[in-house]
């Protein structure tokens, strides 16, 4: 009976340690990251979600999305409580160190908005003294923490809470992705705000997943498919209207 209870506890600790997939992957996603990943019509769609659905029919994955912040993402990633991560995620040092990173899918950096009638903050070395709005646990967050000693900080879940703050008045500046950064100005700034500054880190998203994860090979093998067979450059066009970089 004593052996019985010891293998019943057993293998209680080690389904507790059994990846989160069994049948079905879940995937991180935030609430919204245009245009990598977005609602529209009630699905989801964008780049990084074309380019996993793409790749996870190949491999014939079941997945569901769980929407999430983007701190909440990068916690459920290290803690083993999602699959993987489509999140427009920027690949770091200190991340790859607690999780794994697919193969580079495209090249960012980080990009500084403000009003458009602001005529003091034309730079990074405008805001000494300057309140900025930022993504928590973004890159961003990482940068103005580190080098912005002179700037107060707002931290937002969501970069869209930053930006409206930039059209209200109620924060100087807003430091983000410049994909995002750009596309929200094109799309859904209304003449009100503008890019200001140089293109700030140059980084390269890719998907996360936690670590020794064994789908970051077949996800890899897949996306090297894709880059090879002119699907992927098909794909990068028709989002953001330019032909990718080399890789």
């Known amino acids: 009976m004593r052996w019985l209870r010891f293998s019943l506890l057993t293998l209680v600790l080690l389904g507790l340690a059994l990846p989160v997939h069994a049948d079905r992957l879940t995937i991180a996603i935030p609430s919204g990251f245009v245009p990598f990943m977005f609602e529209e019509d009630g699905e989801w769609t964008g780049f990084e979600i074309e380019l996993w659905e793409a790749i996870a029919e190949e491999n014939g994955w079941d997945y569901e999305y769980?929407?999430?912040?983007?701190?909440?993402?990068?916690?459920?990633?290290?803690?083993?409580?999602?699959?993987?991560?489509?999140?427009?995620?920027?690949?770091?040092?200190?991340?790859?160190?607690?999780?794994?990173?697919?193969?580079?899918?495209?090249?960012?950096?980080?990009?500084?908005?403000v009003r458009s009638d602001n005529e003091t903050v034309r730079g990074i070395d405008d805001l000494a003294g300057k309140t900025l709005a930022v993504t928590t646990g973004t890159t961003s967050d990482d940068y103005a923490s580190d080098n912005l000693?002179?700037?107060?900080?707002?931290?937002?879940?969501?970069?869209?809470?930053?930006?409206?703050?930039?059209?209200?008045?109620?924060?100087?500046?807003?430091?983000?992705?410049?994909?995002?950064?750009?596309?929200?100005?094109?799309t859904a700034g209304d003449g009100e705000v503008m890019a200001v500054g140089e293109n700030l880190e140059a980084q390269s998203y890719a998907m996360a997943f936690p670590r020794n994860s064994e789908l970051r090979n077949d996800f890899n093998i897949g996306l090297l498919r894709m880059m090879e067979d002119g699907r992927y450059a098909e794909l990068y066009e028709r989002w953001f209207?330019?032909?990718?970089?080399?890789?």
């Not at 209207?241 to 890789?247: D, I, K, Q």
């Open 241 to 247: 209207g330019e032909a990718p970089s080399p890789r």
């Open 66 to 113: 769980n929407t999430m912040n983007f701190s909440g993402i990068i916690t459920a990633l290290q803690t083993g409580r999602v699959d993987g991560a489509i999140a427009a995620i920027t690949i770091t040092s200190q991340r790859e160190e607690t999780m794994d990173f697919s193969h580079a899918y495209y090249d960012s950096g980080l990009m500084l908005m």
């Open 149 to 186: 000693p002179d700037t107060q900080l707002r931290r937002f879940s969501r970069a869209e809470q930053a930006y409206l703050e930039v059209r209200a008045g109620r924060v100087d500046a807003a430091l983000h992705d410049t994909p995002n950064v750009m596309f929200y100005i094109e």
